[in-house]
Each structure stands twice: as structure tokens, then as C-alpha cells.
């Protein structure tokens, strides 16, 4: 508890020097039903702290407490959540110190919490960024923090395996045109003392911008060198592809399509997959990580009368490469095709107040059964509620 | 940097015209970085359409002060602080609040119903001193959604 300790007296100290302060305390409850997990609930309560330190600083503390019901019984759980430090000077230049949110261009490589610290600085029409985060603090079993089968080894161990990632990052702006260039270069070191390690580096580069009014897209390729102990290292590959088309009209909608690769193993025991950092899962219901898969995805998004918006989207995942890239119940061991299935999802959200959100939601996955998946594997099927009240 | 002059610029027109007041009025008022509950009130109310546009501050203080839409300890020249003009803009215009604002109606939930609806930009707390550019923009905002009738 000494490492978690000292990053947050550190905040906690420079909360004493605020002049200014804000508070409050968000609670959620989120209720699911689906034919593989049963019923399950989450119900969450973050208390959170705000504070303007001097002309040009700002402090923001929060933790979550959760409360997890899973086939019938209760586990309480605890985490720090976002605490940031964050130091705007007069030329623009941002320094964030704490846990904050940290994502590189494509979201494919990490994309979520982070402790570290990072400095921004902007020019005329781009910017520079560099960051060095950790991820040995985190609650081991509320995060994707996941890279290896050795990182959820230990079941009795509460915090995440201890990696260091260090980044650095240019953007530029109206490259030609409204074309925006991205381009990131990421290394991440795995410092456990004993066992497999898992060292990683990426380098992520791609354009985003219009393409005619109401079009636009995110376009990025990454190329990953993965190193584990004793195996040469393995060149492996990934890409993004987000669409979004804004239809004409006084609507309030949105048509997008999204494409997610990543590249698999040679085969069961030569190769790797491509890893990313944080193991963000990649459908609704069908959920693994993005290593060795293929998932395609399109929606519609619609915002009605200012307070309800609703989102329909329809997917399907492939396998790339051999081996068992990713986990899920009914993966045959010796799959005949690489088509897994397909995915439909369907969401509304109704926020009556500003400070209260009511959300429902319902899909189904069909997998290839007999193919990706065991004969006989049945459709997995969701439906998902959640209210969030903010005091 | 020129988008925000640019918008400071139209505010400051939307204040002459809407406002009803002299450029060397609004010059005032925009160089002021902590403006008095008297001024605050003598620019909301005419705004909210509650008062003659030419209402002294004094009057609008008061005014103000009667409805209970400022402290009761509050003198006219104390600087007002963002939360409590929240909740004189959320009086003024009749602004719907949330949950906690409608349960609870104070400054608190005053000031998280307009950081909601995005007419507090940039650094704010709300023990913040008010500036008078940024009076301008939340009265701004103010006019805006009740002319589209949110």
C-alpha cells in the first residue's frame, strides 16, 4: 500500500495549497442478464475532489468503490480513480502529473488510465508530446491492463504487473489541406523480478481530416516489435479505420463504420500476436482484446429531442493467425474457419437532468459454431441497464 | 488566440445591443476581473428582461436582494463569486436545473447546471472571482438558449 500511498499524499499536499475547491460524489448502478454469466450487478460510488492550485494549476482527486455481484455473491472492490495535477504555463505548454487518461492516436495501442507524467507542447499547427506512465498501481481486476498470461498469474495479488511505457508523439494540423498527420512512437518494459518477460515497442502513424463535408475518417497502421524471454523478437502489425458520416438533415445523427486489425501468431508455439497495452475488448458481448483479430463494425447514432439518443451497430470478428491470441468460452482448440461470428447491439440513453443518465441495452452473439467455435456452441445473448445520479 | 478575440469581439456587440449599454460602459465592465454583486445583477436582470435596460445598480442590487437571488449578507460592492452568479443566472432566466438543483436550489447546483450546459469555459471553480468578459459570455449563452427556447 507504500506505492499507492505516495503519489496521492504528493496530491494531496498540493490540495493543500488550493484556494479553490469543488466536490462531489457520483453513483451508478448497472445491472446485466445474459444466457453465459447470469445476472450480474455493479453498483459504484466515486467521490471526487477538484481545486485550482494557484494561476495555473488545477488538482483533480476521485476513487471508485465498487460493489460486484456476480452468480450470487458480493465482492467489494477499491481503486483509485483519475488524479491528475496539471500545470498550464503562459506559452501553452501542459504538464499532467498523476493517473489520467492517456491514448495514442489510433486508441488501438493503449487507450485508458495511466499513471505518469506527460508535457505537451504546442506550436503553430502541431504539437509535441512525450510521456512516461506505470502500471504496477492499478487494481489488477478493474482494468485491461493485461498483456500476458503471466500478468494474471498471481490471483492473490491486488495490483497490476509493474510496466513502465514511455511515449513520445507529434501531431500536425492542416498537414495539406484539413489533413492531419499523427505519428507515435511507444516502448513498454516489463520490470517483474522473476518469469517471462514481455517487452513491446510501437510505432503508430496515420491521417485523419475530411473527406467531403460530412465524411470524415481516422486512418492508422502500426508496426510492433514484440520480445519475450528467450524468443527472438517478432515483427507484428496492426491497423484502425474509423468512418463517420454526418447525413444531411436537421437530425442529430450520425452513420459510422469501423475497422480494428491486428495481426496473429505463426502458429501455436513460433510468432506472436500483435499486443497492445491495454487489453480494451473489441465487442459488447463478444469482447476479446485486439491481437489476432479482425472486427469490423457499422452503426447508426441518432440524438432525439436533446435528452435521448440511441446507437444501433452490427459486427463481425476473423481470426488472424493460429495459436489462442485471446479467450472465450467455446473456442474450438482446432477451428475449421477463421470467421468467429457475428455481433448486434442496441443502446438508448435517456438523461432526463443534467445530473441523471439512464441507459438500456440489448445483443446478441451468433458464433461460427462448428467452425471458430465447438459444435453446438449457442448464440450469447445481453441486456444491460445502467443510471448514473451525480451529487 | 484570434477565435477568442473574435468571440470576444461579438460578445462585446451582443452586450451593446442586448445590454443596451455605451462601449465605455462595456469597456468598463470587460477590464473589470472582479465584478461587484451590483454590477453583476445590474447587467442579469436587464438581460433576463426583469428590469429597464438603464436600471442603476444600486436598483438592480436590490432588486435582486429582495428575490433572495443573492446573499442576505452580501453588500453591493463585495466581489460575487462564479457560484453565486450561477444561481443569480439560474434565477434570472428561469433556468431548469437537475435532480440536485431541483431538490436542492442553491449556488452548489447553480454552478454545475451551467458547467453542464457548457456556459463555463476554461478554468473555473466556484469560489472563482468573476470577470466581466466572462459575465459577458455566460449572459451570452444565456441569451442564446432562450432565444432557441431550451
Given at each position: 500500500m507504500k506505492r499507492v500511498a505516495l503519489p496521492f499524499v504528493f496530491l494531496a499536499a498540493c490540495a493543500l495549497t488550493a484556494w479553490a475547491s469543488d466536490f462531489g460524489l457520483a453513483l451508478s448502478g448497472?445491472?446485466?442478464?445474459?444466457?453465459?454469466?447470469?445476472?450480474?450487478?455493479?453498483?459504484?460510488?466515486?467521490?471526487?475532489?477538484?481545486?485550482?492550485?494557484?494561476?495555473?494549476?488545477?488538482?483533480?482527486?476521485?476513487?471508485?468503490?465498487?460493489l460486484e455481484m456476480e452468480e450470487g455473491e458480493a465482492q467489494f472492490q477499491f481503486d483509485m480513480g483519475r488524479f491528475e495535477y496539471r500545470l498550464v504555463t503562459t506559452s501553452g505548454t501542459t504538464l499532467d502529473f498523476g493517473r489520467f487518461s492517456v491514448a495514442d492516436p489510433s486508441g488501438v495501442v493503449v487507450s485508458g488510465l495511466l499513471d505518469g507524467v506527460r508535457l505537451e507542447l504546442p506550436m503553430a499547427d502541431s504539437s509535441l508530446r512525450v510521456g512516461a506512465y506505470y502500471t504496477g498501481l492499478f487494481n489488477k481486476y478493474e482494468n485491461y491492463l493485461c498483456m500476458s498470461a503471466a500478468d494474471m498469474g498471481d490471483l492473490d495479488t491486488f495490483f497490476s504487473s509493474s510496466r513502465v511505457l514511455?511515449?513520445?508523439?507529434?501531431?500536425?494540423?492542416?498537414l495539406f489541406g484539413e489533413q492531419g498527420l499523427a505519428v507515435e512512437a511507444l516502448a513498454q518494459f516489463d520490470l517483474r523480478s522473476e518469469g517471462d518477460r514481455?517487452?513491446?515497442?510501437?510505432?503508430?502513424?496515420?491521417?485523419?481530416?475530411?473527406?467531403?463535408?460530412?465524411?470524415?475518417?481516422?486512418?492508422?497502421?502500426?508496426?510492433?516489435?514484440?520480445?519475450?524471454?528467450?524468443?527472438?523478437?517478432?515483427?507484428?502489425?496492426?491497423?484502425?479505420?474509423?468512418?463517420?458520416?454526418?447525413?444531411?438533415?436537421e437530425a442529430a445523427d450520425r452513420v459510422y463504420g469501423q475497422v480494428r486489425w491486428a495481426s496473429g501468431a505463426k502458429s501455436d508455439t513460433e510468432g506472436s500476436p500483435f499486443l497492445p497495452v491495454t487489453a480494451n475488448p473489441q465487442g459488447a458481448i463478444f469482447d476479446p482484446r485486439l491481437a489476432g483479430l479482425l472486427a469490423v463494425r457499422g452503426g447508426y447514432a441518432v440524438r432525439l429531442s436533446g435528452k435521448v439518443s440511441l446507437d444501433a451497430s452490427a459486427g463481425t470478428f476473423l481470426k488472424m493467425g493460429e495459436g489462442q491470441p485471446f479467450t472465450y468460452d467455446g473456442l474450438s482448440a482446432s477451428p475449421t474457419s477463421a470467421w468467429l461470428g457475428v455481433e448486434a447491439f442496441a443502446a438508448a440513453r435517456y438523461m432526463p437532468a443534467s445530473d441523471l443518465a439512464l441507459s438500456l441495452g440489448a445483443g446478441?452473439?451468433?458464433?461460427?459454431?462448428?467452425?471458430?467455435?465447438?459444435?453446438?456452441?449457442?448464440?450469447?445473448?445481453l441486456v444491460s441497464a445502467a443510471v448514473l445520479i451525480s451529487l | 488566440m484570434r477565435t477568442k478575440l473574435l468571440t470576444m469581439f461579438l460578445f462585446m456587440a451582443v452586450g451593446v445591443l442586448a445590454f443596451g449599454q455605451s462601449a465605455e460602459e462595456m469597456d468598463a465592465l470587460l477590464a473589470d476581473e472582479g465584478v461587484s454583486f451590483a454590477r453583476a445583477a445590474r447587467y442579469v436582470l436587464p438581460a433576463a428582461e426583469i428590469l429597464s435596460e438603464d436600471v442603476p445598480e444600486a436598483d438592480a442590487f436590490r432588486a435582486a436582494r429582495e428575490r433572495g437571488w443573492v446573499p442576505s449578507s452580501a453588500a453591493p460592492d463585495d466581489?460575487?463569486?462564479?457560484?453565486?452568479?450561477?444561481?443569480?443566472?439560474?434565477?434570472?432566466?428561469?433556468?431548469?436545473?437537475?435532480?440536485?438543483?431541483?431538490?436542492?436550489?442553491?449556488?452548489?447546483?447553480?454552478?454545475?447546471?451551467?458547467?453542464?450546459?457548457?456556459?463555463?469555459?476554461?478554468?473555473?471553480?466556484?469560489?472563482?472571482?468573476?470577470?466581466?468578459?466572462?459575465?459577458?459570455?455566460?449572459?451570452?449563452?444565456?441569451?442564446?438558449?432562450?432565444?432557441?427556447?431550451?
Open positions: 448497472a445491472p446485466k442478464y445474459g444466457n453465459a454469466d447470469g445476472f450480474e450487478l455493479t453498483a459504484k460510488a466515486t467521490p471526487w475532489f477538484s481545486a485550482l492550485v494557484g494561476d495555473r494549476g488545477s488538482l483533480f482527486l476521485s476513487a471508485d468503490f465498487y514511455a511515449a513520445a508523439a507529434y501531431e500536425r494540423k492542416n514481455l517487452h513491446t515497442q510501437y510505432l503508430v502513424a496515420g491521417f485523419s481530416g475530411p473527406v467531403v463535408p460530412g465524411l470524415s475518417y481516422n486512418a492508422y497502421g502500426i508496426a510492433s516489435l514484440v520480445e519475450e524471454t528467450d524468443k527472438d523478437p517478432v515483427l507484428t502489425g496492426a491497423a484502425s479505420l474509423d468512418v463517420t458520416w454526418l447525413p444531411p438533415g446478441i452473439f451468433v458464433p461460427n459454431a462448428g467452425g471458430a467455435f465447438d459444435a453446438g456452441t449457442d448464440p450469447s445473448y | 466581489s460575487i463569486r462564479l457560484d453565486q452568479f450561477s444561481y443569480l443566472v439560474m434565477k434570472a432566466f428561469s433556468l431548469k436545473g437537475g435532480v440536485c438543483y431541483s431538490l436542492f436550489p442553491g449556488r452548489r447546483y447553480a454552478y454545475r447546471e451551467l458547467l453542464s450546459r457548457d456556459y463555463l469555459q476554461g478554468r473555473s471553480d466556484p469560489s472563482q472571482a468573476l470577470s466581466g468578459s466572462r459575465l459577458v459570455l455566460i449572459l451570452g449563452h444565456a441569451l442564446d438558449e432562450r432565444e432557441v427556447g431550451l
